[in-house]
Protein backbone atom coordinates (compact mmCIF):
# COMPACT_ATOMS: atom_id res chain seq x y z
CA UNK A 1 0.00 0.00 0.00
CA UNK A 2 2.69 2.92 0.96
CA UNK A 3 4.43 1.72 -2.54
CA UNK A 4 1.06 2.18 -4.82
CA UNK A 5 0.73 5.77 -2.34
CA UNK A 6 4.02 6.67 -3.23
CA UNK A 7 2.91 6.26 -6.78
CA UNK A 8 0.11 7.96 -6.88
CA UNK A 9 1.69 10.84 -5.85
CA UNK A 10 4.33 11.28 -7.52
CA UNK A 11 2.31 11.40 -10.45
CA UNK A 12 1.26 15.19 -9.16
CA UNK A 13 4.50 16.65 -9.33
CA UNK A 14 3.91 19.60 -11.69
CA UNK A 15 6.92 18.93 -13.25
CA UNK A 16 6.24 15.44 -14.65
CA UNK A 17 6.10 15.40 -18.56
CA UNK A 18 2.56 14.13 -18.69
CA UNK A 19 1.70 16.60 -16.00
CA UNK A 20 3.37 19.91 -17.46
CA UNK A 21 2.38 18.76 -21.19
CA UNK A 22 -1.70 19.32 -19.70
CA UNK A 23 -0.50 22.82 -19.32
CA UNK A 24 1.30 23.83 -21.59
CA UNK A 25 -1.74 25.01 -23.95
CA UNK A 26 -2.60 27.48 -20.76
CA UNK A 27 1.40 28.64 -20.85
CA UNK A 28 1.63 29.11 -24.02
CA UNK A 29 -1.38 31.56 -24.14
CA UNK A 30 -0.70 32.91 -21.05
CA UNK A 31 2.78 34.56 -22.86
CA UNK A 32 0.32 35.31 -25.15
CA UNK A 33 -1.14 37.52 -22.95
CA UNK A 34 2.47 38.69 -21.45
CA UNK A 35 3.60 40.38 -24.57
CA UNK A 36 0.02 41.92 -25.64
CA UNK A 37 0.10 43.49 -22.22
CA UNK A 38 3.88 44.90 -22.69
CA UNK A 39 2.35 45.99 -25.70
CA UNK A 40 -0.39 47.62 -25.11
CA UNK A 41 1.50 49.88 -22.61
CA UNK A 42 4.17 50.34 -24.61
CA UNK A 43 2.23 52.13 -27.54
CA UNK A 44 0.58 54.24 -24.45
CA UNK A 45 3.69 55.79 -23.65
CA UNK A 46 3.95 53.33 -20.18
CA UNK A 47 7.26 52.83 -19.09
CA UNK A 48 8.04 49.41 -18.19
CA UNK A 49 9.45 49.13 -14.46
CA UNK A 50 10.80 46.91 -11.77
CA UNK A 51 11.04 47.62 -7.87
CA UNK A 52 12.29 45.64 -5.15
CA UNK A 53 10.44 42.88 -3.35
CA UNK A 54 11.95 43.68 -0.23
CA UNK A 55 10.26 46.31 1.68
CA UNK A 56 10.15 47.99 4.84
CA UNK A 57 6.61 47.92 4.95
CA UNK A 58 4.86 45.06 2.55
CA UNK A 59 1.64 46.81 2.29
CA UNK A 60 -1.09 48.03 5.22
CA UNK A 61 -4.34 46.44 4.06
CA UNK A 62 -5.86 44.82 7.94
CA UNK A 63 -6.51 41.91 6.58
CA UNK A 64 -3.62 40.92 4.48
CA UNK A 65 -1.31 38.32 6.03
CA UNK A 66 2.89 39.14 4.57
CA UNK A 67 5.92 37.02 4.49
CA UNK A 68 8.39 38.21 6.99
CA UNK A 69 12.22 38.16 6.72
CA UNK A 70 15.88 39.99 8.14
CA UNK A 71 18.36 41.76 5.74
CA UNK A 72 22.08 40.78 7.33
CA UNK A 73 24.25 43.75 7.00
CA UNK A 74 27.49 41.81 5.57
CA UNK A 75 29.83 44.17 8.29
CA UNK A 76 28.11 42.74 11.00
CA UNK A 77 25.63 45.31 11.70
CA UNK A 78 22.14 44.62 13.46
CA UNK A 79 19.59 42.60 10.99
CA UNK A 80 17.07 45.01 9.72
CA UNK A 81 13.32 43.07 9.52
CA UNK A 82 12.05 43.25 6.12
CA UNK A 83 8.64 42.26 4.20
CA UNK A 84 8.07 40.46 0.97
CA UNK A 85 5.23 43.31 -0.92
CA UNK A 86 2.05 42.67 -1.06
CA UNK A 87 2.02 44.94 -3.88
CA UNK A 88 4.07 47.13 -5.65
CA UNK A 89 1.99 50.14 -4.76
CA UNK A 90 4.54 52.33 -2.51
CA UNK A 91 7.63 51.71 -4.48
CA UNK A 92 5.73 52.77 -7.56
CA UNK A 93 3.84 55.92 -5.75
CA UNK A 94 7.68 57.32 -5.04
CA UNK A 95 8.56 56.76 -8.92
CA UNK A 96 5.57 59.20 -9.66
CA UNK A 97 7.13 61.56 -7.23
CA UNK A 98 10.42 61.13 -8.74
CA UNK A 99 9.12 62.25 -11.87
CA UNK A 100 7.51 59.18 -14.31
CA UNK A 101 4.07 60.07 -15.59
CA UNK A 102 3.07 56.67 -16.95
CA UNK A 103 4.60 53.32 -15.64
CA UNK A 104 3.68 49.99 -15.16
CA UNK A 105 4.84 46.94 -13.57
CA UNK A 106 4.24 42.92 -13.81
CA UNK A 107 5.50 42.12 -10.31
CA UNK A 108 5.67 39.11 -8.40
CA UNK A 109 3.75 39.92 -4.96
CA UNK A 110 3.43 37.49 -2.13
CA UNK A 111 0.09 37.28 0.41
CA UNK A 112 0.34 34.62 3.57
CA UNK A 113 -2.49 32.29 4.39
CA UNK A 114 -3.93 32.05 1.00
CA UNK A 115 -4.48 29.68 -1.41
CA UNK A 116 -7.57 28.47 -3.48
CA UNK A 117 -8.86 28.23 -7.18
CA UNK A 118 -8.15 31.90 -6.84
CA UNK A 119 -5.66 32.49 -4.72
CA UNK A 120 -1.88 31.94 -4.64
CA UNK A 121 0.70 32.66 -1.66
CA UNK A 122 2.80 34.29 -5.14
CA UNK A 123 1.52 35.39 -7.97
CA UNK A 124 1.53 37.85 -10.35
CA UNK A 125 0.42 41.91 -10.15
CA UNK A 126 -0.13 43.92 -13.02
CA UNK A 127 -0.08 47.64 -11.13
CA UNK A 128 0.15 50.76 -13.40
CA UNK A 129 -0.32 54.39 -12.59
CA UNK A 130 -1.11 57.35 -14.86
CA UNK A 131 -0.62 61.09 -13.40
CA UNK A 132 -3.40 63.21 -14.50
CA UNK A 133 -5.83 60.38 -15.19
CA UNK A 134 -9.49 60.12 -13.60
CA UNK A 135 -10.76 56.62 -12.71
CA UNK A 136 -12.68 56.92 -16.02
CA UNK A 137 -9.41 56.76 -17.28
CA UNK A 138 -8.79 53.69 -16.13
CA UNK A 139 -11.65 52.10 -16.66
CA UNK A 140 -11.26 52.56 -20.24
CA UNK A 141 -7.87 50.98 -19.77
CA UNK A 142 -9.06 47.58 -18.00
CA UNK A 143 -11.81 47.70 -20.54
CA UNK A 144 -9.24 47.81 -23.19
CA UNK A 145 -6.68 46.01 -22.16
CA UNK A 146 -8.78 42.94 -21.24
CA UNK A 147 -9.61 43.44 -24.91
CA UNK A 148 -6.16 42.96 -26.39
CA UNK A 149 -5.58 40.14 -24.13
CA UNK A 150 -7.88 37.95 -25.12
CA UNK A 151 -7.09 38.99 -29.11
CA UNK A 152 -4.29 37.33 -27.77
CA UNK A 153 -5.46 34.42 -26.47
CA UNK A 154 -7.94 33.76 -29.40
CA UNK A 155 -10.54 33.58 -27.73
CA UNK A 156 -13.68 36.03 -27.49
CA UNK A 157 -15.03 34.86 -24.57
CA UNK A 158 -13.83 34.99 -20.65
CA UNK A 159 -14.99 31.21 -19.26
CA UNK A 160 -15.29 29.69 -15.89
CA UNK A 161 -16.88 26.21 -15.52
CA UNK A 162 -19.94 26.21 -17.19
CA UNK A 163 -20.38 29.92 -17.72
CA UNK A 164 -19.17 32.58 -20.53
CA UNK A 165 -18.67 36.36 -20.42
CA UNK A 166 -18.37 38.54 -23.20
CA UNK A 167 -15.52 41.38 -22.81
CA UNK A 168 -15.84 42.91 -26.03
CA UNK A 169 -19.49 44.33 -25.66
CA UNK A 170 -18.91 47.34 -22.95
CA UNK A 171 -18.78 46.60 -19.94
CA UNK A 172 -21.80 47.79 -17.07
CA UNK A 173 -20.50 50.39 -14.79
CA UNK A 174 -22.56 50.17 -11.40
CA UNK A 175 -22.19 51.95 -8.03
CA UNK A 176 -21.63 49.94 -4.70
CA UNK A 177 -24.80 51.89 -3.46
CA UNK A 178 -27.05 50.55 -6.52
CA UNK A 179 -25.72 47.32 -6.51
CA UNK A 180 -26.64 46.90 -2.94
CA UNK A 181 -29.78 48.29 -3.19
CA UNK A 182 -30.24 45.96 -6.56
CA UNK A 183 -28.96 42.19 -5.12
CA UNK A 184 -29.49 43.04 -1.20
CA UNK A 185 -32.34 45.45 -1.01
CA UNK A 186 -30.37 47.74 0.91
CA UNK A 187 -29.09 51.59 1.69
CA UNK A 188 -25.64 50.74 2.60
CA UNK A 189 -24.40 54.45 2.33
CA UNK A 190 -27.54 54.91 5.24
CA UNK A 191 -25.82 53.17 7.47
CA UNK A 192 -22.58 55.44 7.24
CA UNK A 193 -24.26 58.54 8.06
CA UNK A 194 -20.76 59.81 9.17
CA UNK A 195 -18.55 58.42 6.10
CA UNK A 196 -15.37 57.73 8.13
CA UNK A 197 -17.13 55.80 11.09
CA UNK A 198 -20.09 53.99 9.67
CA UNK A 199 -22.77 52.67 12.20
CA UNK A 200 -22.33 48.98 12.35
CA UNK A 201 -25.85 48.58 14.34
CA UNK A 202 -27.28 49.93 11.22
CA UNK A 203 -25.69 47.71 9.10
CA UNK A 204 -26.50 44.73 11.65
CA UNK A 205 -29.83 45.01 11.43
CA UNK A 206 -29.90 45.53 7.73
CA UNK A 207 -28.06 42.44 7.13
CA UNK A 208 -30.51 40.18 9.55
CA UNK A 209 -33.31 41.79 7.93
CA UNK A 210 -32.12 40.02 4.74
CA UNK A 211 -31.37 36.71 6.38
CA UNK A 212 -27.72 37.22 6.70
CA UNK A 213 -26.05 35.88 10.04
CA UNK A 214 -24.31 38.48 12.08
CA UNK A 215 -22.15 37.87 15.01
CA UNK A 216 -21.36 39.99 18.10
CA UNK A 217 -17.67 40.49 16.98
CA UNK A 218 -18.45 41.57 13.55
CA UNK A 219 -17.48 45.04 12.34
CA UNK A 220 -19.42 47.22 10.03
CA UNK A 221 -16.68 46.32 7.43
CA UNK A 222 -16.90 42.35 8.19
CA UNK A 223 -20.87 43.18 7.59
CA UNK A 224 -20.42 44.53 4.36
CA UNK A 225 -18.04 42.03 3.38
CA UNK A 226 -20.55 39.45 4.51
CA UNK A 227 -23.41 41.10 1.68
CA UNK A 228 -21.11 41.32 -0.64
CA UNK A 229 -19.87 37.57 -0.63
CA UNK A 230 -23.36 36.57 -0.29
CA UNK A 231 -25.41 38.44 -2.39
CA UNK A 232 -23.72 40.51 -4.89
CA UNK A 233 -20.69 39.20 -5.85
CA UNK A 234 -22.34 35.90 -7.24
CA UNK A 235 -23.96 38.19 -9.62
CA UNK A 236 -21.21 40.34 -11.10
CA UNK A 237 -19.82 39.94 -14.16
CA UNK A 238 -21.86 37.39 -16.14
CA UNK A 239 -22.80 38.14 -19.77
CA UNK A 240 -20.46 40.49 -19.78
CA UNK A 241 -17.77 42.65 -16.96
CA UNK A 242 -19.12 44.52 -14.46
CA UNK A 243 -16.93 47.69 -13.08
CA UNK A 244 -18.05 48.39 -9.50
CA UNK A 245 -17.06 51.87 -8.41
CA UNK A 246 -17.73 54.40 -5.56
CA UNK A 247 -17.05 52.30 -2.37
CA UNK A 248 -18.19 53.93 1.06
CA UNK A 249 -15.06 56.19 2.10
CA UNK A 250 -14.14 53.75 4.92
CA UNK A 251 -13.56 51.41 2.74
CA UNK A 252 -10.82 52.94 0.70
CA UNK A 253 -7.83 53.84 2.82
CA UNK A 254 -5.63 54.69 0.02
CA UNK A 255 -8.15 56.84 -2.76
CA UNK A 256 -9.16 60.15 -2.20
CA UNK A 257 -13.66 60.91 -1.60
CA UNK A 258 -15.47 61.85 -4.59
CA UNK A 259 -15.76 65.44 -5.28
CA UNK A 260 -19.24 64.53 -6.39
CA UNK A 261 -20.03 62.37 -3.07
CA UNK A 262 -18.15 62.63 -0.03
CA UNK A 263 -19.48 59.93 1.26
CA UNK A 264 -18.21 57.64 -1.34
CA UNK A 265 -14.10 57.29 -1.92
CA UNK A 266 -13.09 57.58 -6.30
CA UNK A 267 -12.48 53.76 -6.01
CA UNK A 268 -13.60 50.78 -8.27
CA UNK A 269 -13.23 47.17 -8.89
CA UNK A 270 -13.55 44.57 -12.03
CA UNK A 271 -15.44 41.30 -11.90
CA UNK A 272 -16.07 38.81 -14.47
CA UNK A 273 -18.19 35.85 -13.94
CA UNK A 274 -18.07 36.44 -10.17
CA UNK A 275 -14.21 36.38 -10.00
CA UNK A 276 -12.84 40.15 -8.54
CA UNK A 277 -9.99 41.25 -11.65
CA UNK A 278 -8.73 44.31 -10.53
CA UNK A 279 -9.02 47.36 -7.72
CA UNK A 280 -8.40 50.73 -8.92
CA UNK A 281 -8.01 54.15 -6.60
CA UNK A 282 -7.93 57.86 -7.62
CA UNK A 283 -4.73 58.61 -5.54
CA UNK A 284 -4.73 60.04 -1.94
CA UNK A 285 -1.48 62.91 -2.16
CA UNK A 286 -2.50 64.50 1.35
CA UNK A 287 0.40 62.61 3.44
CA UNK A 288 -1.11 63.55 6.76
CA UNK A 289 -4.18 62.19 6.05
CA UNK A 290 -2.66 59.02 4.91
CA UNK A 291 -0.54 58.71 8.10
CA UNK A 292 -3.94 59.05 9.76
CA UNK A 293 -5.99 56.38 7.86
CA UNK A 294 -2.78 53.83 8.11
CA UNK A 295 -2.45 53.85 11.48
CA UNK A 296 -6.05 53.60 11.88
CA UNK A 297 -5.98 50.47 9.37
CA UNK A 298 -2.80 48.97 11.70
CA UNK A 299 -4.76 49.70 15.32
CA UNK A 300 -7.32 47.74 13.50
CA UNK A 301 -4.99 45.18 12.43
CA UNK A 302 -3.49 44.97 16.05
CA UNK A 303 -6.75 44.25 17.72
CA UNK A 304 -7.79 41.40 14.78
CA UNK A 305 -4.58 39.79 14.95
CA UNK A 306 -2.24 41.14 17.95
CA UNK A 307 0.07 42.61 15.18
CA UNK A 308 0.73 45.42 12.76
CA UNK A 309 3.25 46.16 10.03
CA UNK A 310 5.23 49.34 10.12
CA UNK A 311 4.46 52.31 8.55
CA UNK A 312 6.58 53.49 5.48
CA UNK A 313 8.14 56.63 6.42
CA UNK A 314 9.92 56.76 2.79
CA UNK A 315 6.71 56.86 1.01
CA UNK A 316 4.96 59.49 3.53
CA UNK A 317 8.00 61.91 3.42
CA UNK A 318 7.58 61.40 -0.84
CA UNK A 319 3.48 62.06 -0.56
CA UNK A 320 4.99 65.22 1.63
CA UNK A 321 7.05 66.51 -1.35
CA UNK A 322 4.30 66.42 -3.72
CA UNK A 323 2.71 63.84 -5.65
CA UNK A 324 1.03 64.21 -8.94
CA UNK A 325 -2.77 63.97 -9.35
CA UNK A 326 -2.87 60.38 -10.20
CA UNK A 327 -4.84 57.71 -10.57
CA UNK A 328 -3.72 53.63 -10.03
CA UNK A 329 -5.05 50.00 -10.50
CA UNK A 330 -3.76 46.86 -9.27
CA UNK A 331 -4.88 43.89 -11.79
CA UNK A 332 -4.44 40.03 -10.48
CA UNK A 333 -2.99 38.62 -13.97
CA UNK A 334 -3.23 35.25 -12.97
CA UNK A 335 -6.62 35.42 -12.28
CA UNK A 336 -7.08 37.22 -16.04
CA UNK A 337 -5.09 34.50 -17.44
CA UNK A 338 -7.07 31.94 -15.83
CA UNK A 339 -10.47 33.03 -17.38
CA UNK A 340 -8.69 33.79 -21.00
CA UNK A 341 -7.96 29.91 -20.66
CA UNK A 342 -11.36 29.00 -19.00
CA UNK A 343 -9.06 27.05 -16.16
CA UNK A 344 -10.93 25.87 -12.69
CA UNK A 345 -7.61 26.98 -10.67
CA UNK A 346 -4.81 29.25 -10.85
CA UNK A 347 -2.77 26.58 -10.63
CA UNK A 348 -3.32 25.49 -13.51
CA UNK A 349 -2.15 28.74 -15.62
CA UNK A 350 1.43 29.05 -13.54
CA UNK A 351 4.92 28.26 -14.64
CA UNK A 352 5.37 26.56 -11.46
CA UNK A 353 3.57 26.52 -8.85
CA UNK A 354 4.61 27.11 -4.87
CA UNK A 355 4.95 24.19 -3.36
CA UNK A 356 1.82 22.85 -1.35
Known amino acids: MPVLKEKAMAGKEWWRPEVFAARRANLDLRSR ?33 AFATALTDPYGG ?54 GASLDDLMDDTEALVQECARAAGTKLL ?11 PWRRLSVAEAFGEYAHMDVLATAPDPTSPDRSALAAEATRIGISVSP ?37 LSRPSPADPRVAERFEAYALGVELCNA ?32 EDFLAALDLGMPDS ?28 AQ
Open 217 to 253: SDTWEDIFFKVMLDRIEPHLGFDRPVILHSYPVSMAA
Open 281 to 312: FGELTDAAEQRRRFTADMDLKERLYGERYPLD
Open 78 to 131: PDRPLYLHTSPEFAMKKLLVAGMPRLYQLAKVFRNAERSATHHPEFTMLEWYRA
Open 33 to 65: AVNATRAFFAARGFAEVETPCLQVSPGLEPHLK
Open 327 to 354: AGIALGFDRLVMLLAGAQSIDEILWAPV
Open 159 to 169: RREDKDCDPFV
